[in-house]
DNA sequence: GTTCGGTACTACCAACTTTA
DNA sequence: TAAAGTTGGTAGTACCGAAC
């Protein structure tokens, strides 16, 4: 679902869903760039100029590059971009073609020792507290060398610290992977085709507060979607029920803001609607009394919970 | 507290596929 | 063609929540 743009309520490509609500764009955008966290450095240069195997670590992971699969690389890929997975999401994105469920799962596993055999991944240690009883599925975050492989690969120089994450940060974290499989698998049934996703920080918009002050809204996703004749915008914040309604009502009015920029709209000819997806029903009636309560445009947000979120998005203009 | 059922994961083995 | 790697079936362990 898009907020279309004054004057311009369709894109120049496809017919966007919109909702009839104007918009009053005001400045000039002065920075539309996305943090992607690339630099123009080598690999080699994220070992110490003094490093004894400066060089020597260089080759050791081309040769592991060369003996890993397409499929391991994507894994790697999939890994480094939502930070942490479960072995499931990781079976959910790339072990499909299988002949049973049990199958893709022991193959997952696999891989995974293999990969983590390597020293390429590593898993978190908590696995208590699965869904609804037994064991959790492992969490996976690249290791360093994953890490460095990745780096290799892509051209790019730009190490990822490695930490062990917070409860909350590792929850959210992995209800944002939730919520793009979600969508991959749905575009897997022809039931939408899913155009673009973004990531943080490829989601990341920054633009230009009062004053010229640069400021920062950060969805969880940034998702672009098509059905048929229509193509349809979205943000996507991932919501657990532990943030405040006036938080959550804070950063409502922070993409009104952004709205207001005009950036979104000049290179899309749309605004996205701001989907929250939460964890129940009354997390969902909750933060919708607390947009409704607030001076805040309806149209651009919708309070959805986990289960109805695909189906709000495969409905477009729902 | 015990038992049962659900989920995740692993080990072993056999069959199949790929590669040198 | 043989070795190596991959895949799938079966059986088992570990852990947890729910029911009794």
């Not at 009839?20 to 630099?39: A, I």
């Amino acid at each position: 679902m898009s907020v279309p743009q004054e004057g311009t309520d369709r894109p120049i490509a496809r017919p966007i869903a919109s909702t009839s609500q104007p918009d009053p764009r005001r400045s000039e955008p002065t920075n539309r760039s996305l943090v992607v966290g690339n630099s123009s450095s080598t690999s080699s240069d994220l070992l110490p100029a003094h490093h004894p195997n400066k060089r020597t670590g260089r080759r050791v992971l081309a040769s592991l590059r060369n003996s890993i699969s397409a499929r391991d690389l994507e894994i790697l890929k999939s890994i480094s971009t939502h930070r942490l997975l479960t072995s499931k999401h990781i079976e959910q994105l790339h072990f499909t073609g299988h002949g049973s469920a049990l199958a893709a799962t022991r193959s997952t596993n696999r891989v995974l020792k293999r990969l983590d055999g390597l020293q390429l991944i590593s898993h978190l240690d908590r696995r208590v507290g699965g869904v609804d009883a037994g064991s959790s599925s492992y969490v996976w975050q690249l290791a360093p060398a994953g890490d460095r492989l990745l780096q290799i690969d892509l051209g790019n120089g730009t190490r990822r610290r490695q930490r062990e994450p917070s409860v909350r940060l590792l929850e959210h974290t992995l209800a944002i992977a939730d919520a793009h499989i979600a969508l991959v698998r749905a575009s897997r049934t022809n039931d939408l085709e899913l155009v673009t996703v973004q990531v943080e920080p490829g989601s990341w918009r920054y633009f230009a507060g009062p004053g010229g002050v640069r400021r920062l809204i950060r969805p969880d996703l940034a998702v672009v979607t098509a059905q048929g004749e229509y193509e349809d915008h979205w943000f996507l914040e991932v919501d657990l029920g532990s943030e405040h309604p006036p938080t959550v009502v804070r950063k409502c009015q922070l993409y009104e803001d952004y709205r207001r920029s005009g950036i979104e709209q000049d290179a899309h000819n749309v605004f996205p609607r701001i989907l929250w997806v939460v964890p129940n029903q009354m997390r969902a009636d909750k933060l919708s009394a607390a947009i409704r309560s607030a001076r805040l445009d309806q149209s651009l947000f919708r309070v959805v919970t986990k289960e109805q979120f695909v189906g709000v998005v495969i409905g477009g203009a729902a």
